[in-house]
């Protein structure tokens, strides 16, 4: 394929221009995250393949890849990719990062950097009411307070820590469940997360819809609570109730379809958007944003990501690839789809409600990431031993996460991911070659990059930590297996904070609340906001 090119000012006028474009950073995860463009989408060259579709489901979008200046030869590999994958209409920026730096444009560390900037700006915007840590804890010590903590995030990360007595009630459960847990008017609700976006926006839900409690956001979530010096619990299991009232289900829907019609959210049916998939000239994403077991029980057609209402405000950026594309979002009980609604049009989304979901069909676009490998075989753990005792010379090279490798390892094997395979890899193309993963698909990804190269003798094994211990060979668990500057699938800076280390949840803080002053204006225009919205005042909601 010829390689198209494109410089930093044209990009940035394709970002901000009319039509769809995907900005796919294709650095691993750990690089991506110290330094990226606002607009960026981490797609990892390790698992382009495996995710481009979901990402980019429209192969003649306009995608632009880009990496580090230096590493060229993975940010062209990358493409190839794509192009393998059917993408046509696919260009490297000149230069890389580095040459949008060097034209004076910002680049942001962290990771879902519009939805964290858009959480600030929202409370700005709504200057939604908070509560510090110090204050909320003498309240949930004071008898005569009625209060409640809604912590906003998924169940895993809830059971991670949390604030002591909080319930888990993910943002995008609020609209139908906050009621369930705190019947009584005279109670506040405190809503809370990790950090900073998920509280705002989670407060800021229960007040647009109008509930009569008195709501308030967790300044600084579970890490101001830490850094107060205050106790976090781990692994607790109250969560939001499973079941909502028939009898409540009514004025549930009655709020939404007032936030909906305040925020002028279209609804389509069944047949629009199958219409609408089968076009060629737009992307529509089709999201059910309710919970995972509602999501694997209604086993919906495939092309239905699951995109949990809270996470997809949250997060878009790990669901939704394409930017200036359509969004169609689902639940079947027409409370939750129209609050999130309400938060990704505010986010500068082209966003539908789906009437009848039940109705949909599509028929699902086919995956086309398998290579066809010809010189390579698949071990079991059971093999491992007998294959490094007939295969003395081999090179074991293995591909897991960083941080899984510097905890436990085979003696003699060596690191490597996908940009880095090819050093790692024997000059020598008919030396045998085991490489060990966690994910078959992951593997034959790599093997087919081996197989390109000249390699004829490769062997893919999957083994985790556990059968790594029991398979009976000399292992290492020596930490200073790899420096922390090659461990590029890791980001340091945003693990270090939940890690007892109050200077880097000082930092991550810090970061969060800055992002508005580094936007420029254009990446500022995209957001909007409401500001006479305040739910509370609003008739509609009552």
Same mark, same amino acid.
């Given at each position: 394929?010829?390689?198209?090119?494109?410089?930093?000012?044209?990009?940035?006028?394709?970002?901000?221009?009319?039509?769809?474009?995907?900005?796919?950073?294709?650095?691993?995860?750990?690089?991506?995250?110290?330094?990226?463009?606002?607009?960026?989408?981490?797609?990892?060259?390790?698992?382009?393949?495996?995710?481009?579709?979901?990402?980019?489901?429209?192969?003649?979008?306009?995608?632009?890849?880009?990496?580090?200046?230096?590493?060229?030869?993975?940010?062209?590999?990358?493409?190839?990719?794509?192009?393998?994958?059917?993408?046509?209409?696919?260009?490297?920026?000149?230069?890389?990062?580095?040459?949008?730096?060097?034209?004076?444009?910002?680049?942001?560390?962290?990771?879902?950097?519009?939805?964290?900037?858009?959480?600030?700006?929202?409370?700005?915007?709504?200057?939604?009411?908070?509560?510090?840590?110090?204050?909320?804890?003498?309240?949930?010590?004071?008898?005569?307070?009625?209060?409640?903590?809604? %912590?906003? @995030?998924?169940?895993? =990360? /809830?059971?991670?820590?949390?604030? $002591?007595?909080? !319930?888990?009630?993910?943002? &995008?459960?609020?609209?139908?469940?906050?009621?369930?847990?705190?019947?009584?008017?005279?109670?506040?609700?405190?809503?809370?997360?990790?950090?900073?976006?998920?509280?705002?926006?989670?407060?800021?839900?229960?007040?647009?819809?109008?509930?009569?409690?008195?709501?308030?956001?967790?300044?600084?979530?579970?890490?101001?609570?830490?850094?107060?010096?205050?106790?976090?619990?781990?692994?607790?299991?109250?969560?939001?109730?499973?079941?909502?009232?028939?009898?409540?289900?009514?004025?549930?829907?009655?709020?939404?379809?007032?936030?909906?019609?305040?925020?002028?959210?279209?609804?389509?049916?069944?047949?629009?958007?199958?219409?609408?998939?089968?076009?060629?000239?737009?992307?529509?994403?089709?999201? %059910?944003? @309710?919970?995972?077991? =509602? /999501?694997?029980?209604?086993?919906? $057609?495939?092309? !239905?990501?699951?995109?949990? &209402?809270?996470?997809?405000?949250?997060?878009?950026?790990?669901?939704?690839?394409?930017?200036?594309?359509?969004?169609?979002?689902?639940?079947?009980?027409?409370?939750?789809?129209?609050?999130?609604?309400?938060?990704?049009?505010?986010?500068?989304?082209?966003?539908?409600?789906?009437?009848?979901?039940?109705?949909?069909?599509?028929?699902?676009?086919?995956?086309?990431?398998?290579?066809?490998?010809?010189?390579?075989?698949?071990?079991?753990?059971?093999?491992?031993?007998?294959?490094?005792?007939?295969?003395?010379?081999?090179?074991?090279?293995?591909?897991?996460?960083?941080?899984?490798?510097?905890?436990?390892?085979?003696?003699?094997?060596?690191?490597?991911?996908?940009?880095?395979?090819?050093?790692?890899?024997?000059?020598?193309?008919?030396?045998?070659?085991?490489?060990?993963?966690?994910?078959?698909?992951?593997?034959?990804?790599?093997?087919?990059?081996?197989?390109?190269?000249?390699?004829?003798?490769?062997?893919?094994?999957?083994?985790?930590?556990?059968?790594?211990?029991?398979?009976?060979?000399?292992?290492?668990?020596?930490?200073?297996?790899?420096?922390?500057?090659?461990?590029?699938?890791?980001?340091?800076?945003?693990?270090?904070?939940?890690?007892?280390?109050?200077?880097?949840?000082?930092?991550?803080?810090?970061?969060?609340?800055?992002?508005?002053?580094?936007?420029?204006?254009?990446?500022?225009?995209?957001?909007?906001?409401?500001?006479?919205?305040?739910?509370?005042?609003?008739?509609?909601?009552?």
């Amino acid at each position: 394929m010829k390689t198209e090119y494109i410089d930093a000012h044209a990009l940035k006028q394709q970002i901000h221009d009319a039509e769809e474009i995907a900005i796919l950073d294709v650095r691993e995860h750990g690089q991506y995250g110290e330094n990226h463009l606002f607009f960026a989408v981490s797609l990892p060259y390790s698992v382009l393949e495996l995710e481009i579709e979901r990402l980019i489901p429209r192969k003649s979008t306009r995608v632009v890849l880009y990496g580090n200046r230096h590493e060229s030869e993975v940010i062209t590999s990358a493409c190839m990719a794509a192009s393998r994958m059917g993408y046509t209409n696919l260009s490297i920026l000149q230069d890389g990062i580095q040459g949008w730096q060097t034209e004076g444009y910002a680049t942001f560390a962290g990771v879902n950097l519009p939805s964290k900037t858009f959480g600030e700006l929202a409370e700005h915007a709504y200057d939604t009411p908070r509560v510090t840590a110090l204050e909320l804890h003498q309240w949930l010590n004071d008898d005569s307070h009625k209060i409640v903590v809604l %912590d906003g @995030r998924p169940v895993p =990360e /809830y059971k991670k820590m949390n604030i $002591p007595g909080s !319930v888990c009630c993910p943002n &995008g459960e609020l609209a139908l469940r906050a009621g369930q847990l705190a019947p009584d008017p005279e109670t506040t609700i405190v809503i809370n997360c990790a950090g900073r976006t998920r509280s705002i926006v989670g407060a800021q839900t229960l007040i647009n819809l109008g509930i009569p409690n008195t709501v308030y956001a967790l300044e600084n979530g579970t890490q101001g609570w830490y850094l107060a010096d205050l106790q976090l619990e781990h692994q607790s299991d109250r969560l939001y109730p499973g079941e909502v009232k028939d009898e409540d289900l009514p004025m549930l829907r009655a709020r939404s379809a007032a936030v909906a019609r305040r925020h002028n959210i279209g609804t389509v049916d069944a047949p629009q958007v199958s219409e609408w998939l089968s076009q060629g000239n737009r992307s529509t994403f089709l999201c %059910d944003i @309710r919970t995972p077991e =509602e /999501y694997a029980r209604d086993k919906l $057609p495939t092309i !239905v990501q699951h995109t949990p &209402g809270g996470q997809l405000i949250q997060a878009t950026d790990e669901y939704i690839g394409v930017r200036k594309s359509r969004l169609v979002l689902l639940d079947f009980d027409g409370i939750r789809a129209p609050v999130t609604a309400s938060w990704l049009k505010q986010q500068g989304w082209e966003v539908y409600l789906l009437k009848n979901p039940a109705a949909l069909e599509v028929t699902p676009r086919p995956g086309n990431h398998k290579p066809v490998l010809q010189h390579t075989t698949t071990l079991t753990p059971a093999d491992v031993s007998r294959f490094i005792t007939n295969n003395p010379d081999a090179k074991i090279i293995d591909t897991r996460a960083s941080m899984q490798f510097r905890k436990l390892r085979l003696k003699n094997s060596d690191w490597a991911i996908r940009p880095t395979l090819g050093a790692a890899a024997p000059q020598n193309k008919t030396t045998a070659v085991l490489l060990i993963g966690e994910s078959q698909d992951k593997l034959q990804l790599l093997a087919g990059d081996l197989e390109r190269a000249g390699h004829t003798d490769i062997y893919l094994i999957c083994m985790d930590a556990l059968s790594i211990s029991r398979c009976g060979l000399p292992v290492s668990d020596e930490d200073d297996a790899l420096e922390d500057h090659a461990c590029i699938d890791f980001l340091f800076f945003v693990h270090d904070r939940h890690q007892g280390n109050k200077e880097a949840a000082r930092k991550y803080l810090e970061w969060e609340t800055n992002l508005i002053s580094q936007i420029d204006e254009q990446e500022r225009q995209t957001f909007s906001f409401d500001a006479n919205f305040t739910g509370a005042n609003n008739e509609e909601t009552k």
